[in-house]
């Protein structure tokens, strides 16, 4: 009997990065792709290529390097949208075009004022001219669960016969229920005559909190691909949690019977990836990747964990890539050591980031007496933001004086796009300030700081600190992350890593969404 899959689609890049201050460069959307890649997602939608010149660069750039996954662009029912899309994807392995249309009254009235047979008409045409450039062609009928059924039914059956080969019912305002989705999938399943000529697909969002209970009970009614994103990224609420819908289908094989692509111990590594380049935390209870997902405070839940793990847990940690916290490396660990360990929690670097890394450990080492997996998180993240290609002005150094009675003074040095190196100082309401603002007077980029939090990555006085800030340009928000064992270091290299990221978006900023 052949294999019964579901079709893991992720759309953090493209549906994700509509959440509100959740912009990524091209750089890291590159970099997430290649790790969705490496996870197993079955299709990488990469983003919406007419959206904008970065955008179409983004998808190009992925559709070019990562090779493994179909890699789909997002188009509306234009000619024009269909056209970039294909020639931002054309060059893929395995390319998709997703055309997109609304479909509920609401919309069609409202937004798109135009009537049904006009949007039948667009969206069957569109359909048919994606499929004259490429054989892989999704459709989704936007507001699909408040559209009139019959409707619906109409629309799909036509771009079915027009080439599409996966339908996608989207929850796009998250209003649906469980029971009354399924209803409506089976509706479609017994009104439109070819619904077998393709797969049939869903998208939910998480308005009421049922995104994933949604996309869940959809496979058991026979969807057999699932749209979401990373850490349930997305508009407003945002989109179904891809890993908790692989893991309920993975820890529920009994229930579900279906397999995935899936390797489920590259999704906390994936899950971290995408915090860290959104600045987009994860809270502590979320399930599967949140930082008390296999965290157990009750004795009485301690103690059947001790004598059985099954007791108290539905999923081994490790299965999901959870690293152990095992005290691993010190001062005089060698540089394979660091690799094997690196490799152990998902790094796999080539020898000049080796070489980088290794020096940043080392000094790490130095410092704080044994290095932790999490340390190396932490580490490694840190080296991928200032090695990054969109560095325009590097912190080459940075130093405070301050205390009760003394004002506040910062001296820096930064490093230009020239390569000439710029020292200035300032004065500040504190040390943080103070900083900021003497990096304000080299950079001469105005912007307002909205938000700043720093945590302990681990426990212990020797502990890294993160901070994580976000600046606001132009209405834009701009997220930045630095770590270090002084915070004071950590702040200024949040603050350099916004700079950075604000300079190299500004180039390719994008024009409209969904
Ligand atoms: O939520 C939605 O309806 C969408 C479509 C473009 C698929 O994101
Ligand atoms: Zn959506």
Redesign the pocket.
């Given at each position: 009997m052949p294999e019964d899959k579901v079709i893991i689609f992720d759309t953090t890049l493209r549906?994700g990065e509509q959440a509100a201050g959740a912009a990524m460069t091209q750089e890291e959307k590159l970099e997430i792709a290649k790790q969705l890649e490496r996870m197993g997602v079955d299709v990488i939608e990469a983003g919406f290529a007419a959206s904008s010149p970065g955008d179409f660069q983004a998808v190009q750039t992925i559709a070019r390097q990562v090779r493994k996954p179909i890699i789909a662009s997002?188009a509306r029912a234009h000619p024009n949208d269909v056209d970039q899309a294909w020639e931002a994807i054309k060059e893929a392995e395995h390319p998709r075009i997703h055309v997109?249309l609304s479909s509920s009254d609401i919309h069609i009235m409202h937004q798109l004022r135009k009537n049904r047979e006009e949007v039948m008409d667009m969206a069957t045409s569109m359909v048919a001219r994606a499929k004259g450039y490429c054989q892989d062609v999704e459709f989704?009928p936007?507001?699909a669960t408040r559209s009139e059924p019959e409707y619906l039914y109409m629309l799909l059956q036509s771009v079915i016969d027009a080439g599409a080969t996966t339908v996608?019912i989207?929850d796009?305002v998250g209003y649906a229920a469980p029971e009354e989705f399924t209803r409506l999938l089976k509706g479609i399943q017994e009104n439109v005559p070819n619904i077998r000529k393709a797969v049939m697909s869903v998208?939910c969002?998480n308005d009421l909190g049922l995104a994933v209970a949604n996309s869940l009970a959809a496979v058991r009614v026979g969807a057999r691909q699932v749209e979401g994103c990373i850490n349930g990224l997305g508009e407003r609420a945002g989109n179904a949690s891809l890993e908790e819908i692989i893991m309920g289908l993975e820890t529920r094989k009994d229930f579900y019977g279906v397999n995935t692509n899936i390797d489920t111990t590259q999704i906390y590594r994936t899950s971290r990836l995408v915090s860290d380049i959104t600045g987009f935390p994860v809270q502590p209870n979320k399930s599967i990747v949140g930082v008390n997902a296999f965290r157990h405070a009750s004795g009485i839940h301690q103690d059947g964990i001790i004598k059985e793990r099954t007791t108290f847990e539905i999923m081994d940690a490790r299965s999901v890539g959870w690293p152990s916290n095992a005290l691993v490396l010190g001062k005089l660990s060698g540089r394979a050591g660091l690799k094997a360990r690196l490799e152990e929690i998902g790094y796999y670097l080539s020898p000049e980031e080796l070489n980088q890394a290794f020096v940043a450990f080392k000094q790490l080492a130095d410092k704080k007496r044994e290095v932790s997996n999490r340390d190396l998180e932490a580490l490694m993240e840190d080296q991928r933001r200032t090695s990054s290609e969109t560095i325009v002005y590097k912190l080459e150094h940075v130093q405070v004086s301050c205390g009760d009675h003394e004002i506040p003074t910062a001296t820096v040095s930064l490093k230009g796009p020239d390569g000439s190196v710029a020292t200035d100082a300032a004065t500040g309401t504190g040390p943080v300030d103070a900083i900021y603002k003497a990096i304000n007077r080299i950079v001469q980029v105005p912007n307002v700081l909205s938000e700043f939090t720093i945590k302990s990555i681990t426990e212990g006085i020797d502990a890294i600190g993160e901070v994580s800030i976000r600046v606001q340009k132009d209405g834009k928000t701009y997220v930045g992350r630095g770590s270090s064992t002084d915070i004071i270091v950590a702040s200024a290299k949040a603050y350099m890593n916004a700079l950075n990221r604000l300079l190299a978006m500004g180039e390719a900023k994008k024009s409209s969404g969904?």
């Open positions: 549906d997002l997109f989704s936007m507001d996608n989207p796009t998208h969002h969904t």
